[in-house]
């Protein structure tokens, strides 16, 4: 093919399979009208190929897919940093590069290349500054209806990518809230006395409520994202005393409210046609986000570094807050292999760290004294391991979150009684006890390779079979039990201050891996899932 028969391609592919899944970098029609005048610059058209790649099934891709979008990218970003048009001052040149860098942005995270990643979308945020994207556009500046939904889509997208690279321990955001002037995303089109939302009046609770207020379900998603946010700030980043969460003027009761509220609203806008592909990927990021809030709220492990700050925690209520994690765990592990079955592309991979955050919840609560609960547990378990292992096709980062788990899960015979346990058992948990427990629940430590669980994979008991797919690397495992004298990991499962018996039935870790939601299971396997032919996916819906 040549470059033109290729980039008409990468559009068809694009459109198809990433366009406003969540992320809407371009407006459609805007773009397919540049596209014909010739008017798409090459380090875009390049970063716009090497995203597409990603989503095709072409023979010519197949052998050699990272390579190839790794080349486009390159030679996007080298455009970038060289051409004049790249970063120069022209506002037409600006939205085009912040567009690209977006992209390239996404390609060098999930590849791995973190830092690189950091200052790309720092340079995207910063120029989007420039250009005040963070408020509504200026009537008279000149610009169409077109190019303002347009940068309206780029912005918020920008804020979600922000939001989903900072899920993780000291690393904030480079866009704030309160600076965020721009009306959300409505999906359909403005009835008389009706007017849109801005990100501080959705998550107001004093101005949320008003009538004639409207945002759509791709609006809802930024608040959500939002709220995320707010959430890794209370439970992973903040050190200074604050009011105990179980109190109600705190920061973690008014997280909750405002999750509640949203979940409302997401409801009361579900998508009434199927075929609605756009709203109801939205609606998909918005729940999964709910519940993915919810589970890091609770999550045992940073309730239990809670514990150590407010010793007066009453056990009462960190009981009900762990139950209240392994119920949205559930409901996203469900919701995520549900969607995913359906037919609906989870094109981001922040999809797969969700996963993960739940299926340490399941991994945690496998080794619990309820054996009802460990069964369940270890099916959700079992679907988590299936779909991280399915979506290595498209995400490498989903290999190393695979990896991770199984590693975690290897461990929580050791973790389930001291997480689940009193809370002067959370003393017990060695350095690199809390290095593992805080590197499953970080995103941005989950994009590199070379992260720490790697570097203790050697010693991993290897309860769960890694499936085999292309990418996954050959290991030894050791399956015997750590020594109680190994100095790496602290006291083993035969510690004095571990359960007599801390085995699990081999039945929970022992079986066939076939991906299917664990909430449809009949016991007769529930439905497998099937290879994505990137292509063809949505071509029936």
């Known amino acids: 093919m040549n470059a033109t028969q290729i980039f008409n391609e990468a559009t068809t592919i694009f459109f198809r399979h990433y366009h406003n899944k969540p992320y809407t970098l371009f407006n459609a029609p805007l773009f397919h009208r540049k596209a014909s005048a010739g008017q798409i610059p090459q380090y875009l058209q390049f970063a716009f190929i090497a995203t597409a790649v990603r989503f095709s099934s072409q023979v010519q891709w197949k052998q050699r897919k990272q390579s190839t979008i790794d080349s486009y990218a390159r030679a996007s970003w080298e455009l970038i940093m060289s051409s004049p048009d790249g970063l120069g001052d022209s506002d037409s040149s600006d939205v085009s590069v912040i567009q690209a860098l977006a992209l390239l942005a996404i390609i060098d995270a999930t590849a791995g290349r973190r830092r690189a990643a950091w200052v790309k979308i720092g340079m995207a945020v910063r120029i989007s500054q420039d250009l005040r994207m963070m408020e509504e556009p200026d009537v008279e500046a000149g610009l169409g209806l077109l190019e303002r939904e347009e940068r309206r889509g780029l912005f918020w997208s920008l804020f979600l990518l922000d939001r989903f690279v900072c899920c993780s321990f000291r690393r904030p955001p480079a866009i704030k809230t309160k600076d965020c002037r721009l009306n959300l995303p409505v999906d359909r089109a403005l009835k008389e006395g009706e007017v849109p939302m801005t990100l501080g009046g959705l998550l107001d609770s004093k101005v949320r409520g008003r009538a004639g207020q409207v945002v759509g379900l791709s609006g809802l998603s930024v608040g959500f994202a939002a709220l995320l946010g707010r959430t890794i700030d209370c439970m992973m980043n903040r050190d200074e005393r604050a009011i105990e969460p179980w109190k ?23 998508p009434d046609e199927p075929s609605d592909t756009d709203r109801t990927s939205h609606l998909v990021l918005s729940l999964t986000l709910y519940h993915l809030t919810h589970c890091i709220l609770s999550h ?102 695979s990896d991770a788990l199984r590693f975690f899960t290897n461990r929580c ?12 058992l959370f003393k017990n948990l060695t350095q690199t006890d809390i290095t593992v427990l805080r590197a499953v629940l970080d995103y941005w430590t989950m994009m590199d390779p070379r992260n720490p669980i790697s570097d203790l994979n050697s010693i991993n008991i290897d309860c769960f079979a890694n499936t085999p797919g292309k990418g996954d690397r050959e290991r030894e495992r050791e399956t015997q039990s750590l020594t109680p004298d190994d100095t790496t990991t602290g006291s083993s499962a035969s510690s004095k201050n571990e359960p007599d018996n801390p085995t699990v039935d081999p039945k929970l870790v022992d079986f066939p891996l076939s991906i299917s939601s664990p909430a449809s299971s009949n016991g007769e396997g529930g439905t497998e899932f099937h290879k994505w032919d990137w292509d063809n996916e949505l071509g029936a819906m």
């Open 248 to 270: 109600e003027p705190s920061d973690y009761s008014s997280i909750r409210t405002s999750l509640e509220f949203l979940k409302q609203m997401a409801d009361s806008h579900s």
């Open 300 to 401: 045992p492990f940073l309730l239990g570094v809670k514990r150590q700050t407010y010793p007066a925690t009453p056990t009462a209520w960190v009981e009900a807050q762990i139950a209240s994690c392994w119920s949205h765990a559930l409901d996203l592990t469900t919701l995520v292999v549900d969607a995913k079955r359906a037919g609906y592309m989870l094109a981001p991979s922040f999809y797969s760290y969700c996963v993960l955050v739940a299926g340490t919840v399941h991994a945690i609560l496998l080794h619990g004294e309820d054996m009802p609960a460990s069964e369940r547990a270890s099916k959700y378990l079992k679907t988590s391991f299936d779909y991280l292992s399915e979506m290595t096709e498209m995400w490498h980062n989903s290999y190393i979150m």
């Open 413 to 424: 015979v050791r973790y389930s009684s001291i997480l689940l346990g009193p809370a002067p």
